[in-house]
């Protein structure tokens, strides 16, 4: 008599879409040992012994949702501080803070500014800051995560010399020579950042932000997180053997992928996959240029509504090159932050002298020959059309923030105007060339969980239906488009497309249970859609019951 397979658990009677193929469903799935074993019908699923069956009434199922870029370390940290999203006018902005100062002495934080769409036409400089107390520092991050705002007792504390040359292009100064307390891009890692909380050498305080937050990310559907460890100067926000120790004690509920932003000796970076099932290093993450909010973001040409600005580069075109050769020669992806066409030109002129070119049409066949030297790009939010064939011939997967245009929507045709907002986050463009994008998040600079960032992609508005039609409405991607870039594409990220991704026998068992079909809702209440569990290794890591 031939044994069958014994089984772990048995999910079934759902709407299980496998993603392997549009439209493609199964109703069961059977684990074992973390993985699917089968996937298929009720009634040969049921045929497996098994420890434990799961009716999943009727509901529908996706692969786990794969956050693709995230600051994790970041993101707990600034749930804590306070939220700006929602204001519009300094005024706004004023108030909302003196609301929240309870009168302490340490630093009082605001967050998720957007800076762009301030009617007021301006940032908030020292002088606005210091009407919200000027008694203890008070600083507000940008939603870009490029502009910090400080009040003069902020500005004081920090050490900041007046017309300091090495800074110069990353301050802005009053009249009489001081700072305005308005902070570009790493000015600001440099001055501020290790006098604020401790957060960076506290190896216990790190440890356990993670080990108190990271569960919620779980009931947004995700199983899988990019983290980008940033670091300021020389200290990073976290390490891999936090999430090890995590993982050791049983206390992790999603598979994590950590990269590091410091410059370590090429002999001292694991190569890209070291790890194990739930914790690995992804690959080197390089900082290029800022971000459109700020006129930061590298442009060819002046911003329109700036026209002696063009942004900035932080390195040349020899040291990208190096940097990136180096990651190459040791085995290491490269991870490159890259928001304006002048920071794309740039990536693909250095990483053109370092990959080998390809004529190969399907692009997981280039990422395939390409192992786990492949090549991410990192936002890629305004290119030029003559980027898309050269494109077309690297290792590349393009790593894009759909929830960007929830953020910039409002002002992205000021900053670049009617002929080059048609390039502003050409997704479908990328796609219908055959260029594998996914999507992350960016937590906590504007970022959107995956439903919400699906919704945003399929609709091209932002959350509250700006604008009418959408931006660049010709840009939008399909639903089945929207869902493969956080789950089937977005596991070639960390050459992980053959164990994550898709709901297929031989996979990890990572999927999550919604309380609508994604299929079936109209697109602009996507992002309303309930996540009601979500399943890691075929382990619940996430239940909210089964009534939405």
């Not at 690959?283 to 590298?298: N, P, S, V, Y």
Request: with cysteine; glycine share 10%; net charge negative.
């Amino acid at each position: 008599m031939m044994k069958i397979l014994s089984a772990d658990k048995i999910f079934y009677n759902g709407v299980i879409y496998t993603m392997e193929a549009e439209g493609e469903t199964v109703s069961a799935v059977v684990v074992r040992d973390g993985r699917i074993i089968y996937a298929g019908t009720d009634e040969a699923a049921l045929a497996y012994p098994a420890a434990k069956t799961e009716d999943l009434n009727g509901q529908t199922v996706l692969p786990g949702f794969n956050d693709t870029h995230i600051h994790i370390s970041l993101d707990l940290l600034h749930r804590s501080y306070v939220d700006l999203s929602r204001e519009r006018t300094i005024s706004g902005v004023i108030e909302r803070m003196r609301e929240a100062n309870d009168g302490g002495a340490e630093w009082l934080i605001g967050v998720s500014l957007a800076v762009g769409s301030l009617a007021d036409g301006r940032y908030p400089d020292r002088h606005d800051l210091d009407k919200i107390d000027t008694e203890r520092p008070v600083v507000i991050n940008s939603a870009c995560g490029h502009i910090k705002l400080m009040n003069s007792n902020a500005v004081e504390r920090a050490g900041i010399p007046g017309r300091d040359t090495a800074y110069n292009a990353f301050l802005e100064y009053s009249d009489d020579g001081a700072p305005n307390g308005i902070f570009l891009e790493n000015s600001y890692a440099a001055y501020v950042d290790e006098r604020i909380d401790g957060i960076y050498e506290d190896d216990g305080k790190r440890k356990a932000l993670i080990r108190n937050g990271i569960g919620g990310y779980s009931a947004m559907g995700l199983t899988t997180m990019h983290t980008v460890s940033d670091a300021p100067e020389e200290t990073q926000t976290e390490y891999i053997d936090q999430y090890f120790e995590l993982e050791e004690r049983g206390e992790l509920p999603v598979r994590v992928v950590i990269h590091p932003t410091l410059q370590l000796p090429w002999a001292h970076c694991p190569q890209t996959g070291f790890g194990t099932d739930m914790v690995k290093t992804g690959g080197l993450k390089i900082f290029l240029d800022g971000a459109l909010g700020g006129r930061t973001a590298a442009l060819l040409e002046p911003y329109s509504d700036a026209p002696d600005e063009t942004g900035v580069l932080n390195f040349t075109e020899e040291e990208l090159r190096a940097q990136i050769r180096g990651a190459y020669n040791a085995g290491l992806e490269v991870s490159i932050h890259a928001i304006g066409d002048a920071a794309m030109e740039r990536v693909l002129n250095a990483a053109e002298a370092v990959y080998p070119l390809s004529d190969e049409e399907d692009p997981a066949e280039r990422l395939r020959a390409a192992g786990k030297r492949r090549l991410r790009i990192i936002h890629a939010m305004v290119i030029q059309e003559a980027h898309i064939e050269r494109l077309k011939r690297l290792p590349v997967i393009l790593d894009v923030q759909p929830g960007f245009i929830d953020d910039d929507a409002e002002f992205a045709e000021d900053r670049l105007g009617p002929e080059r907002v048609r390039y502003f986050m050409p997704h479908n463009l990328y796609m219908k060339n055959g260029i594998l994008i996914a999507g992350g998040s960016d937590y906590p600079f504007g970022g959107k969980p995956p439903l919400a960032a699906i919704q945003i992609s399929v609709t091209r508005q932002t959350l509250n239906g700006f604008p009418d039609g959408g931006l660049v409405p010709e840009e939008a991607v399909t639903v089945f488009e929207a869902v493969s870039m956080h789950t089937r594409n977005a596991a070639y990220c960390s050459s992980e497309e053959k164990l994550k991704g898709t709901i297929t026998p031989g996979k990890f068992a990572d999927f999550v249970v919604l309380g609508r079909d994604i299929f079936k809702t109209p697109l602009n209440e996507i992002a309303d859609i309930k996540i009601l569990k979500t399943v890691v290794g075929g382990k619940e890591t996430f239940a909210a019951g089964l009534e939405e």
